[in-house]
DNA sequence: AGTGAAATCTGGACGTT
DNA sequence: AACGTCCAGATTTCACT
């Protein structure tokens, strides 16, 4: 990858309201040209979106945890994608190897409001044959950023 | 929490670089009552930053896993967590309650670069009693947003 | 705490190297 | 492909409500 593209993914990675004389500044560019490689690296889809990290604890939401989901049969998928998509408790959602098919990522207000989540609008869909809820005490690290290479890869 | 501040959050979370004139006309205030609430926002540490959002798979990260680790004792806790904080691959570490000390989100280019963070960074630490590793084969929902409720929290 | 206007600064467009 | 200039527009400050 471009060096300039990788530090102008690495800055704006950290704060993505950098003004693009500061960015340009730091990498060695003039405003113009930082501008329009950001631009670019839009239009590619390497940069999704700029997104505001909230502290969850300040907004009330205390409780995070990770539920394991078992399907039964494929032609559950469809609702089952639809509901996760609809929670906004539901911050992630992967397709797994392994025991389980889904591991979600989900963020509440508390115990309670995390058996709302699993018990009555998971659980309550056709075909879900089991969660294993796991729940966090501490959060450690949490970061938005992916780790660049210096090493080629495609462009 | 303040209906105003419940906006601003779920509005910068969507786009980080929203003018201030845009924010404020879409929650109905002025751009300068909209930017100090942002700033006493992020004073308060209710808003942690501002990030950019960059696609894993265009920067050559093309394998998620989530690895599971126990810890023999608490006095390796400290260079364990060290590491974590260093590795840029590992995104997350989260202190979970069950069968294991830890669950980790890595991010890495492929099965090669994850067996070099979990075999010979992670499990060269003395006290690591075992690792689960858990690939990610797909990934359907991915978000920073934190669920914002209605009702009324500390401020 | 929010508004509105004025001064300042930023960001996108264009022409040049 | 990057730079420098110019102008429209955004941000910030300030006085006022």
């Known amino acids: 990858m471009d060096p300039y593209d990788s530090k ?5 990675s950290q704060n993505a309201r950098m003004k693009w004389a500061d960015l340009a500044a730091s990498i060695g560019l003039s405003a113009p040209a930082a501008a329009e ?7 590619q889809g390497v940069i999704k979106h700029f997104s505001t990290i909230v502290d969850p604890e300040s907004v009330g939401c205390d409780l995070a945890a990770f ?37 979600l990522k989900v963020r509440c207000r508390n115990t309670k409001d995390l058996d709302r989540v699993v018990s009555h ?11 294993k809820t796991t729940i966090v005490m501490d959060t450690i690290k949490e970061s938005t950023e992916v780790a660049l290479q210096s090493h080629k890869f495609s462009s």
Chains 1, 2 share one sequence.
């Open 37 to 43: 490689r950001v631009s670019r690296l839009m239009d």
């Open 8 to 12: 102008i993914l690495q800055l704006l």
């Open 67 to 103: 539920v394991a989901v078992s399907l039964e049969r494929p032609e559950h998928r469809g609702k089952f994608l639809a509901l996760i998509e609809k929670l906004a408790e539901v911050q992630e959602c992967h397709h797994i190897a392994g025991d389980d098919d889904y591991l």
């Open 121 to 131: 609008e998971i659980k309550s869909l056709p075909g879900i044959i089991r969660t």
